[in-house]
Nanobody
Framework: QVQLLESGGGLVQPGGSLRLSCAASGNLFSIYAMGWYRQAPGKARELVATISWSGDTNYADSVKGRFTIARDNAKSRVFLEMNSLKPEDTAVYYC??????????????WGQGTQVTVSS
C-alpha cells in the first residue's frame, strides 16, 4: 500500500498563490508518476496536472501558465505551485500516485484531499 498526505490548502484571495505538497510513503516503487486532481462542489473530479518519473509534465488547459507541478524524487514528494488563483479554482485537491513511468489512473493511489478556497 501507498499512503499520500497532502498539505498546503487554505483560503486565498483571487489573484493570490498557494503551494500544495504531497508526501508519499509506504510500499513505494522505484519508478512512479504522480499528479493532482481536483473536485469542485457538484462537479466531476478533473485532472489538474501530472508529472512522469522523468519529469515530463501535463496540465489541464484551465491551469496552463498559472500552475506548476514539480517533484522531489529523493523525498518522494510532489508539489503544485498555484498562481493567479481564480474563484473557479476552488475545489478539493487530491494527490495521486501510479506505479508507472507516466501517470495512469489504473491502479492509482489517492490522498484524502486538501481544500483550496479562492474568495474575497
Amino acid at each position: 500500500q501507498v499512503q499520500l498526505l497532502e498539505s498546503g490548502g487554505g483560503l486565498v484571495q483571487p489573484g493570490g498563490s498557494l503551494r500544495l505538497s504531497c508526501a508519499a510513503s509506504g510500499n513505494l516503487f522505484s519508478i512512479y508518476a504522480m499528479g493532482w486532481y481536483r473536485q469542485a462542489p457538484g462537479k466531476a473530479r478533473e485532472l489538474v496536472a501530472t508529472i512522469s518519473w522523468s519529469g515530463d509534465t501535463n496540465y489541464a488547459d484551465s491551469v496552463k501558465g498559472r500552475f506548476t507541478i514539480a517533484r522531489d524524487n529523493a523525498k518522494s514528494r510532489v508539489f503544485l505551485e498555484m498562481n493567479s488563483l481564480k474563484p473557479e479554482d476552488t475545489a478539493v485537491y487530491y494527490c495521486t500516485y501510479s506505479r508507472t513511468l507516466y501517470y495512469s489512473d489504473s491502479g492509482a493511489y489517492w490522498g484524502q484531499g486538501t481544500q483550496v478556497t479562492v474568495s474575497s
